[in-house]
C-alpha cells in the first residue's frame, strides 16, 4: 500500500506557474506508474498528465500539452507537476494517483488507479 500527500497548490494569477508535489510513503515507489488528475467544481475528474514507473514515459492531455510537464525521483518518493501558463480553466482541486503496474503503460482513466492522495487546490485568478 501507498500514501499519497500533495503539496504545492495556491492561488496564482492567470499567466504564472505553480509547482506541485506529491510524497509517497513505501519503498515500492518505482513499481507505479503516476498520474495528475483534476476536478473543477462542478465537472468530472480529468486526466492530467501521467508518467511510467521507470519516468521513461510522459503522456499529457490535450489541454495541458506544453504547459504543464509531470517529473519523478523516484529516490525521493515524489512526483511532480511543473504548471506554467497557467489560465483560469486550470482552476481545480489536483490530485496525484498510483497505479502498480508491471509494464511502462500509463492509465488515463481514474478507474486503473488504487491510490490518490488528498488533492490540493489551484485556483488561476483572470
Known amino acids: 500500500q501507498v500514501q499519497l500527500v500533495e503539496s504545492g497548490g495556491g492561488l496564482v494569477q492567470a499567466g504564472g506557474s505553480l509547482r506541485l508535489s506529491c510524497a509517497a510513503s513505501?519503498?515500492?515507489?518505482?513499481?507505479?506508474?503516476m498520474g495528475w488528475f483534476r476536478q473543477a467544481l462542478g465537472k468530472e475528474r480529468e486526466f492530467v498528465a501521467g508518467?511510467?514507473?521507470?519516468?521513461?514515459?510522459?503522456l499529457y492531455a490535450d489541454s495541458v500539452k506544453a504547459r504543464f510537464y509531470i517529473s519523478r525521483d523516484n529516490a525521493k518518493n515524489t512526483v511532480f507537476l511543473q504548471m506554467n501558463s497557467l489560465k483560469p480553466e486550470d482552476t481545480a482541486v489536483y490530485y496525484c494517483?498510483?497505479?502498480?503496474?508491471?509494464?511502462?503503460?500509463?492509465?488515463?482513466?481514474?478507474?486503473?488507479?488504487?491510490?490518490w492522495g488528498q488533492g490540493t487546490q489551484v485556483t488561476v485568478s483572470s
Open positions: 494517483a498510483a497505479d502498480v503496474r508491471i509494464d511502462e503503460r500509463i492509465g488515463v482513466s481514474s478507474v486503473g488507479y488504487s491510490y
Open positions: 513505501g519503498r515500492t515507489f518505482n513499481f507505479y506508474a
Open positions: 508518467i511510467s514507473k521507470s519516468g521513461g514515459g510522459t
